[in-house]
């Protein structure tokens, strides 16, 4: 089957449509305000419409009616500002998370065959997402998803670790997904994984895959930290109507392997970021989409 470009979806339609699920818009922006310790939000049942055969690329078949891309753009216009990045998916503001072949054994979003290993999303970038929502459209009862809170790793980890994590000695670089094939990229500036935002909250930074401290006090600190996450992570399926909130600044998330069929039957999430204020990107943006290259 030929395949377009996913379905434009117009901002205003997508408020109205969450609009008329009042439950949502109330759990919605009390997430916003206070993403609480878990630093997620799980809601079940939502519509996503007619559901045709997952497709084989990224790309939406051209049969698919609009509504969970709706939904989904309606729920974040809630949190803040739709944005996409132009090396994912070319920036579409909803972007299909299929298993694509070739990808199976990667540490990117359409592998299948290995654990997508804990990251921040998009953890390297300046213009990093606030939040990531993923919509199951069709879900795999093997494929768990993921999630540690920073609010729980504090707990596991002594005060001279959390010292060194609260420095400038951590280094990460850009995904694999944002880079020139071949290319392992270049490591970024150095960060601290554990810092305060302008509200005074706790913000965690961190890849497990890209990350690297730049003295070895630092890598046994990333040591101790990667235990911690193990030890606290918590996991769940994602089914049919699920959305998953995540608040890019307390969780780290990551997948499960699973088998990928390429069938029509895989598992089909979509997925959008949220910033909430599109200013500090305006040198690197183009309409809604983040266009920093690495």
Known sequence: MPTTAPPV????????TVGQLPHVVAAVRAFAADSGHRGALLLH????????????TPVAPPDKDPTSELVLL?????????????????????????????T?????ST????????????????????????????????????????????????DTTLTILRAPRFRTRPDESFLAAGSNGAFGAPFAVLATDARGSVCFTYDEQLT??????????????????????????????????VDNHVAVH??????????????WLQRAFVVTDLAPSASERRGRIITTRF
């Open 254 to 267: 990551g997948r499960g392997p699973f088998h990928a069929r390429f069938d029509g039957t895989d598992r």
């Open 104 to 108: 199976e054994a990667r540490q990117v």
């Open 45 to 56: 049942g939502l519509p996503v419409g007619a559901v045709p055969s997952t497709p084989t």
């Open 111 to 158: 592998s299948s065959a290995v654990t997508l290993a804990w990251h921040t999303e998009t953890a390297f970038h300046p213009h990093k997402p606030r939040y990531l929502l993923l919509l199951c459209v069709r879900g795999d009862p093997h494929a768990a998803t993921t999630l540690a809170s920073v609010h729980d790793v504090v707990t596991r980890l002594d």
């Open 212 to 245: 690297v401290g730049i003295d070895p006090a630092a890598d046994a600190a990333l040591t101790a930290l990667q235990r911690a996450v193990d030890e606290v992570a918590v996991s769940f399926v994602l089914t049919v109507g699920d959305l998953l909130i």
């Open 74 to 102: 309606g729920v974040a216009q809630l949190l803040g500002e739709p944005v996409g990045y132009e090396p994912e998916h070319g920036g579409d503001l909803v972007q299909n998370i299929v298993p694509l072949r070739g």
């Open 9 to 16: 979806v117009d901002l205003e339609e997508a408020a109205r």
